[in-house]
């Protein structure tokens, strides 16, 4: 056998033994790409709210800026159940291209008088394909030990307006 065939022959053993030495990435391994694709999510509550009358503060640098004093609502879920207390609002931005950024801050009681701070944002799109599209992020926090699984999860929702105020139905992220 010539020297050239012998040196190919080499190359193509030794090509051969780097790749069967390649394992798959474990689940444990997974890189963070692999890892969005096992993201799970499990409901977790339906929140109603009800609304004071729109206050319209006007054209800001940002777009054009209104709130939404809410005065009350419930939430109910398999883990939790309860009311919305009067107090919270949603300061919203009305974007040039029409977009609506949300910035919720509310208190949820749970029907055994735990009180439980959240906070919220989003965007609703009324344009979009398919509007509208209306979705959102939710924070959770309180010092009761029988729902402190909240202060460690992040939920998203979607969002719907009805006749009575806007409804988030809302699931947290596994």
């Known amino acids: 056998m010539d020297r ?7 190359l193509a053993a030794l090509t051969t033994l ?6 798959p990435p474990q689940p444990s391994q997974a890189s963070p790409r692999d890892r969005k694709a096992i993201m799970r999510f499990q409901p977790l509550l339906t929140l ?15 777009g ?7 005065t009350g609502g419930s ?13 919270g609002d949603d300061w919203t931005v009305k974007r040039s291209d029409g977009v609506l950024e949300l910035d919720a801050r509310l208190t949820l009681q749970t ?5 439980i701070h959240t906070t919220f944002d ?6 979009a394909p398919g509007a509208p599209y209306f979705r959102t992020r939710f924070r959770f926090e309180t010092a009761d030990p029988k729902y402190v699984f909240l202060n460690h999860l992040l939920a ?19």
Do not use: M
């Not at 780097?18 to 394992?23: E, I, P």
């Not at 029907?111 to 009180?115: F, K, N, R, S």
């Not at 989003?122 to 344009?127: L, M, N, Q, S, T």
């Open 4 to 10: 050239g065939r012998r040196d190919l022959l080499k």
């Open 18 to 23: 780097v790749g069967c030495a390649h394992v």
């Open 48 to 62: 109603r709210l009800t609304t004071a009358a729109t206050q319209d503060i006007g054209a800001v640098p940002y």
């Open 64 to 70: 054009r800026r209104a709130t939404f004093p809410i």
């Open 75 to 87: 939430f109910e879920g398999a883990r939790l159940r309860g009311k919305v207390l009067p107090g």
């Open 111 to 115: 029907e055994d008088g735990v009180l």
């Open 122 to 127: 989003g965007v609703r799109d009324d344009a």
């Open 156 to 174: 998203v929702g979607s969002g719907e307006i009805h006749a009575d105020g806007p409804v988030h139905v809302v699931e947290e992220i596994l």
